[in-house]
């Protein structure tokens, strides 16, 4: 159903918006850098050093089989971008063939990810900062930065493209020079660490496994958050140029980016230094260029950390306004929610969505440092749930279009039904392993608190206007 524009800005000149009333102002370039930005992360940057403390070098098996799920659900999204390319998309494949309730549950969820994500990085960006200014007061930085990002994104979908575009640009850019740094001293013996740095550091210091294979299993928990936010490409399908091009593009260039920055950075790092020798908490970016001797390393590498964080955090904006005010247009929130402003942007819904970040700002001011961690394993919980909901849609799309109820897809997943199956048990085993880390496990605590609201809040929606759980798309209520 087509919606009816009420906020004024028929006139407005820019590309013509699409049925939602966005403006496809994202291109090719924009999407490519996005999608490359969504696999690169603090994750990464910060959460490897506790993976590799645990698990040693076999932590590169670990990303390696989180790769290849990983691709598995991006390939079954790209398969449903390019049947219907709309923005929230992953509650509306859900509700399309997953049930009204799915649909409604995984969009709050994918909301409820991105705020508290948004929530952790505005403080971990402002611990960043304190590297160069320690006495600047936490929650001022953490401010300054919400009221840019949140400023930006009421600007134009093209801003936030052109924001996420250079600082994805950063990230790869300082990956890209560490692996070429990181070869040289392999290959050429130069820097303090010449004499030690080998390829043997991956099997001399304890062997592949030091810990143990259960050590490494373990660490899927901290890998899998590391990848979350890839699948933010599919919330862009709304507003890109022509995502029937630019879509696959981007899915089907996955497996290089997380051979070259995850597998083959971390090749690299625990090649130059013993993992023995890296501690949780420390980026063993960080450890490994100390090591090396190469001045204002640390500097260097806190600069990426903090644009990893803040790009986090930019995209929780974006992701957050487009998937609130996609719920407001099917009366499962608030209609005021669907205004666009004169620039086709969805400012009362990024308003609200930044309005919680900023309450996350205080909450992570006043709460002890762990509160970080729990804070990226309750987000890690919604990840699964959404994958899970990617798969599952994907796995009835296919049923649907084989049977000739539906147009098959131009971009089609490969295998069979097996290997979605496969990737939903892997994320049954990776929410098992949360449970059973007593550091992860309060996530478990809190979805079921999320799990009973939404329960709560489907069934009054439901008693009150059970056309908000109908197919179609909403007149807008809000501007």
């Keep these: 159903m087509a919606q009816q524009v009420t906020d004024g800005t028929a006139g407005a000149t820019g590309p013509v918006p699409d049925e939602e009333g966005y403006q496809r102002g994202l291109g090719s370039r924009q999407i490519q850098m996005i999608a490359i930005g969504g696999a690169i992360g603090t994750g990464l940057f910060l959460g490897a050093g506790t993976a590799i403390s645990k698990a040693g070098p076999s932590l590169l098996l670990s990303y390696a089989v989180a790769g290849v799920v990983i691709f598995v659900?991006?390939?079954?999204?790209?398969?449903?971008?390019?049947?219907?390319?709309?923005?929230?998309?992953?509650?509306?494949?859900?509700?399309?063939?997953?049930?009204?309730?799915?649909?409604?549950?995984?969009?709050?969820?994918?909301?409820?990810?991105?705020?508290?994500?948004g929530m952790a990085e505005t403080t971990a960006a402002a611990v960043y900062v304190r590297f160069w200014a320690p006495?600047?007061?936490?929650?001022?930085?953490?401010?300054?930065?919400?009221?840019?990002?949140?400023?930006?994104?009421?600007?134009?979908v093209k801003v936030f493209g052109e924001i996420e575009f250079w600082f994805s640009m950063v990230k790869v850019t300082a990956i890209l020079g560490m692996i070429l740094i990181g070869v040289g001293v392999l290959t050429l013996g130069f820097s303090d660490a010449g004499d030690t740095a080998s390829v043997a550091n991956l099997w001399q210091d304890g062997g592949f496994f030091p810990e143990g294979v259960g050590a490494t299993?373990?660490?899927?928990?901290?890998?899998?958050f590391a990848y979350v936010g890839v699948e933010l490409v599919g919330v862009t399908a709304g507003e890109s140029e022509d995502p029937e091009k630019t879509l696959p593009r981007a899915i089907n260039t996955l497996p290089l980016r997380i051979a070259l920055f995850y597998v083959g950075a971390l090749l690299v790092i625990l090649s130059l230094v013993p993992w023995s020798e890296f501690r949780p908490g420390v980026s063993p970016f960080v450890a490994a260029f100390g090591r090396i001797g190469i001045p204002a390393a640390a500097g260097i590498v806190n600069f990426v950390v903090l644009t990893a964080a803040l790009s986090s955090c930019n995209s929780g904006m974006y992701s957050t306004g487009r998937m609130l005010?996609?719920?407001?247009?099917?009366?499962?929130?608030?209609?005021?929610?669907?205004?666009?402003?004169?620039?086709?942007?969805?400012?009362?819904?990024?308003?609200?969505?930044?309005?919680?970040?900023?309450a996350g700002v205080v909450l992570n001011y006043c709460v002890p440092e762990r509160a970080f961690q729990y804070i990226t394993s309750v987000a890690t919980v919604c990840g699964l749930w959404t994958w899970g909901a990617i798969l599952a849609s994907q796995i009835r799309y296919r049923a649907a279009w084989t049977s000739g109820r539906l147009p098959a897809p131009s971009f089609r997943a490969p295998g069979g039904n097996w290997s979605r199956a496969l990737a939903l048990a892997f994320l049954a085993l990776v929410a098992v392993l949360?449970?059973?880390?007593?550091?992860?496990?309060?996530?478990?605590?809190?979805?079921?608190?999320?799990?009973?609201?939404?329960?709560a809040g489907?069934?009054?929606?439901?008693?009150?206007d059970p056309a908000a759980l109908d197919a179609g798309l909403r007149p807008e209520e809000g501007g």
């Design 135 to 156: 006495g600047i007061p936490q929650w001022t930085t953490a401010l300054v930065f919400l009221l840019l990002l949140y400023a930006a994104n009421l600007i134009s």
């Design 458 to 464: 489907y069934a009054v929606l439901r008693r009150r």
């Design 217 to 224: 299993v373990m660490t899927l928990q901290i890998v899998m």
């Design 73 to 117: 659900i991006m390939r079954a999204l790209g398969e449903l971008l390019t049947y219907r390319p709309v923005s929230g998309s992953f509650a509306e494949y859900a509700r399309e063939f997953l049930g009204p309730f799915a649909g409604f549950a995984t969009g709050w969820t994918y909301w409820l990810f991105w705020v508290v994500t």
């Design 434 to 455: 949360i449970a059973v880390d007593p550091d992860t496990r309060i996530s478990l605590y809190v979805f079921p608190v999320w799990a009973l609201c939404l329960t």
């Design 325 to 358: 005010r996609d719920l407001a247009l099917r009366g499962q929130a608030p209609g005021r929610l669907t205004g666009l402003n004169a620039r086709r942007t969805p400012a009362a819904a990024i308003t609200v969505s930044c309005l919680l970040m900023g």
